[in-house]
């Protein structure tokens, strides 16, 4: 099923567009110095890790071609792993290595790279090929999430994560993002991953959108994607908040995955997240947002209080458009 909804129908439910979303979210609400605090993930995880907050842990960065040598270094004896760009966006120029087979490293579809291929990549993420602007990059090589089982069946072999959209500190909608054999295991919908929304106030998927598609199932796997509970959910909901004081912005979207060993771990922050979410939810930002408007007190509470806010406000007994 196509999702196509006539613009006074968009209207009535409350859609954000991307204009709306550039001038009255971004440019209003996010200050351009702050941006590189989201921008650089290697800035974002030293921000995360002074303030207590987990993320995946960093096995070694890469910065020049003479470096890049380095590389056999960081990965011997290594399983698994991720090579990704500092400044890379859109999942753009991530490569993640599943395990390996004598002197070559299995990428999550499946496919097998050389050695001299993962130079060839971590060369390329320098050389600025995916980072914003173009401008020369950094190549960070990390942990590689092992998804908790709950996931398991509705993603295929890539790791899922959770994108909670944060406006003003308070998480107002949320996604699982499910990754694709189309999307070569990244968690990214431009790339063909499946948004499942998400109920902010209990943690429970729905349905899903799949290229611009309404899906009820993974599209691999066949496995319903909808009534999977998100465990400790107010918790996961108040980690997203608490990135609004980490960061200063105001619209924020924050990505969690959730490591069956470690738990949850912050994977990136996000200060232009899109608007698949709404899709994804079958709702508009605007009414949740005018309600946050509407009732902000001053001081803002805790990041605890304001996620525990949201669960009451947007219950299904008080939703009217949402």
């Known amino acids: 099923m196509s999702w196509f909804i006539t613009p006074r129908e968009l209207h009535r439910r409350g859609i954000v567009g991307m204009n709306e979303r550039n001038v009255e979210f971004i440019a209003r609400l996010n200050p351009r110095r702050r941006y590189p605090l989201v921008d650089d993930k290697l800035l974002t995880k030293k921000l995360a890790l002074e303030a207590g907050i987990a993320v995946p842990e960093l096995y070694g960065v890469l910065e020049t071609n003479h470096e890049a040598r380095r590389l056999r270094e960081l990965i011997a004896g290594r399983e698994d792993f991720v090579i990704?760009?500092?400044h890379g966006s859109g999942g753009n120029g991530i490569l993640v290595i599943t395990g390996r087979m004598g002197e070559r490293f299995r990428k999550a579809s499946g496919v097998l790279e050389d050695m001299e291929g993962l130079e060839h990549h971590v060369s390329n993420i320098?050389?600025?090929?995916?980072?914003?602007?173009?401008?020369?990059?950094?190549?960070?090589?990390?942990?590689?999430?092992?998804?908790?089982?709950?996931?398991?069946?509705?993603?295929?072999?890539?790791?899922?994560?959770?994108?909670?959209?944060?406006?003003?500190?308070?998480?107002?909608?949320?996604?699982?993002?499910?990754?694709?054999?189309?999307?070569?295991?990244?968690?990214?919908?431009?790339?063909?991953?499946?948004?499942?929304?998400?109920?902010?106030?209990?943690?429970?998927?729905?349905?899903?959108?799949?290229?611009?598609?309404?899906v009820e199932r993974h599209p691999d796997t066949g496995a319903p994607i909808g009534g999977i509970a998100i465990p400790a959910w107010d918790r996961l909901l108040a980690l997203a908040a608490g990135c609004?004081?980490?960061?200063?912005?105001?619209?924020?979207?924050?990505?969690?995955?959730?490591?069956?060993?470690?738990?949850?771990?912050?994977?990136?922050?996000?200060?232009?997240?899109?608007?698949?979410?709404?899709?994804?939810?079958?709702?508009?930002?605007?009414?949740?947002?005018?309600?946050?408007?509407?009732?902000?007190?001053?001081p803002p509470p805790s990041p605890v209080e304001r996620a525990a806010f949201v669960q009451a406000v947007m219950s299904p007994a008080r939703r009217t458009g949402s």
């Open 126 to 214: 320098l050389s600025g090929m995916y980072s914003l602007g173009g401008q020369p990059d950094k190549a960070m090589i990390e942990y590689r999430v092992r998804f908790d089982s709950l996931f398991a069946k509705v993603s295929f072999q890539g790791v899922p994560d959770i994108r909670t959209v944060v406006y003003h500190g308070y998480p107002v909608m949320a996604m699982a993002r499910l990754p694709t054999r189309g999307s070569d295991g990244k968690a990214n919908l431009h790339q063909g991953a499946v948004g499942v929304g998400i109920d902010i106030t209990t943690g429970v998927t729905g349905h899903g959108v799949w290229h611009n598609e309404i």
């Open 244 to 298: 609004h004081e980490l960061t200063g912005l105001g619209y924020l979207g924050v990505d969690v995955v959730l490591d069956r060993d470690l738990g949850p771990l912050i994977l990136e922050l996000n200060a232009r997240p899109g608007l698949a979410v709404q899709v994804a939810n079958a709702a508009g930002l605007r009414a949740r947002i005018d309600r946050i408007e509407a009732v902000q007190p001053n």
């Open 84 to 86: 990704k760009p500092a």
